[in-house]
């Protein structure tokens, strides 16, 4: 199993900071996706990065996929309430049939 | 992007009972999907991998017994959980992958809601 290590387990912010998410393994994947789940629903995928280097944006979020593909962050920029929510990574393999998830990062953004 | 819908999103059982879980890929066939459960504020725990057409493969600690899997079409995976208990209350979520190579993508269910009582 490949591993990712999300990084911090839980952020409360106020509206209008910025933050960044990390998630990190030793393991090369051959894509990195990245969800937001809210309470009671189920993930909804946000983004794919597939090449090392790759910077997607996406409104106020930012997605970065390492060099070496083996990890990524999320940076988000002037946070509203709507972001908060379950954001988790998860690495595909080079296989191309396995997900593995990170432990998830539970944002709270208050007014 | 491709839907997943699961059904029921809520269910609650008496103690002792079956309830059976549907997860169906709408627009697009799934060869395999997965089932997870998730503990309030935590991430997705696999409990198995759905192969149309053959067995599942369930994770190690997950009874194979207890938490029934068939997948009897591409667009169609049900979970069974049997004599259901109240440590069996979760959050169980399903999701099919979909496309080929690095554009495989996961997409998942709304998520059911099991309340053994």
């Known amino acids: 199993t490949q591993l990712l290590e999300q990084s911090p387990q839980f952020l409360s912010i106020q509206e209008g900071e910025n933050l960044t998410v990390y998630c990190n393994s030793s393991?090369?994947?051959?894509?990195l996706q990245w969800y937001r789940q809210e309470p009671g629903e189920g993930p909804v995928l946000l983004v794919t990065?597939?090449?090392?280097?790759e910077v997607k944006k996406l409104k106020r979020l930012t997605f970065q996929f390492g060099d070496a593909r083996k990890d990524s962050s999320l940076h988000i920029t002037a946070a509203q309430t709507g972001d908060t929510g379950l954001y988790l990574c998860?690495?595909?393999?080079?296989?191309?049939?396995?997900?593995?998830f990170g432990k998830g990062t539970s944002l709270l953004v208050t007014p | 992007g491709a839907v997943v819908s699961q059904h029921p999103s809520r269910v609650i059982c008496k103690s002792g009972t079956s309830v059976k879980i549907e997860c169906r890929s709408l627009?697009?066939?799934?060869?395999?999907m997965f089932w997870y459960r998730q503990f309030p504020k935590q991430s997705l725990m696999l409990m198995a991998t759905?192969?149309?057409?053959?067995?599942?493969?369930?994770e190690q600690g997950v009874e194979k017994d207890k938490f029934l899997i068939n997948h009897a079409s591409l667009t169609l995976s049900t979970l069974t959980v049997t004599s259901a208990h109240p440590e069996d209350s979760s959050f169980y979520i399903c999701?099919?992958?979909?496309?080929?190579?690095?554009?495989?993508?996961?997409?998942f269910g709304q998520g059911t809601r099991l309340t053994v009582v």
């Open positions: 999701s099919a992958l979909e496309g080929r190579g690095k554009t495989t993508e996961a997409f």
């Open positions: 393991s090369v994947f051959s894509s």
């Open positions: 990065v597939v090449t090392g280097g």
């Open positions: 998860a690495g595909l393999s080079n296989s191309g049939y396995a997900l593995n």
């Open positions: 627009d697009f066939q799934a060869t395999t």
């Open positions: 759905s192969n149309e057409g053959s067995k599942a493969t369930y």
